[in-house]
Nanobody, 128 residues
Framework: QVQLVESGGGLVQAGGSLRLSCAAS????????MGWFRQAPGKEREFVAA????????SYADSVKGRFTISRDNAKNTVYLQMNSLKHEDTAVYYC?????????????????????WGQGTQVTVSS
């Protein structure tokens, strides 16, 4: 079982930056694909970014490409999401998630269903 705890959310003006962190415990962090998702009020949870076990491969939603950067520090059991040039439409609860991919079938995933472990979420609000 992997436990995930996000931090770093808050209120920021449009054009500003935030860095989210997600600390993992209770499992082998480096064996999990990691991802960030977000959910705005009245909308479905959507993919933001994902990262391979080593951190060498990444994937981003088109809406955040060029503005957000996902990274991980396997020594600290932590995954990060650096968010720059924030827009009002980035306002949402952000969740980190871990995909065990026990058959080692993929480098990363954008599918909610592939992730077995989820954090409680952290609110990001971007004022326009």
């Amino acid at each position: 079982q992997v436990q995930l705890v996000e931090s770093g959310g808050g209120l920021v003006q449009a054009g500003g930056s935030l860095r989210l962190s997600c600390a993992a415990s209770g499992g082998t962090f480096s064996s999990h694909i990691m991802g960030w998702f977000r959910q705005a009020p009245g909308k479905e949870r959507e993919f933001v970014a994902a990262l391979s076990r080593s951190g060498g491969s990444t994937s981003y939603a088109d809406s955040v490409k060029g503005r957000f950067t996902i990274s991980r520090d396997n020594a600290k059991n932590t995954v990060y999401l650096q968010m720059n040039s924030l827009k009002h439409e980035d306002t949402a609860v952000y969740y980190c998630a871990a995909d065990p991919d026990i058959y080692i079938s993929r480098s990363y995933s954008s599918r909610v269903g592939d992730y077995d472990y989820w954090g409680q979420g952290t609110q990001v609000t971007v004022s326009s």
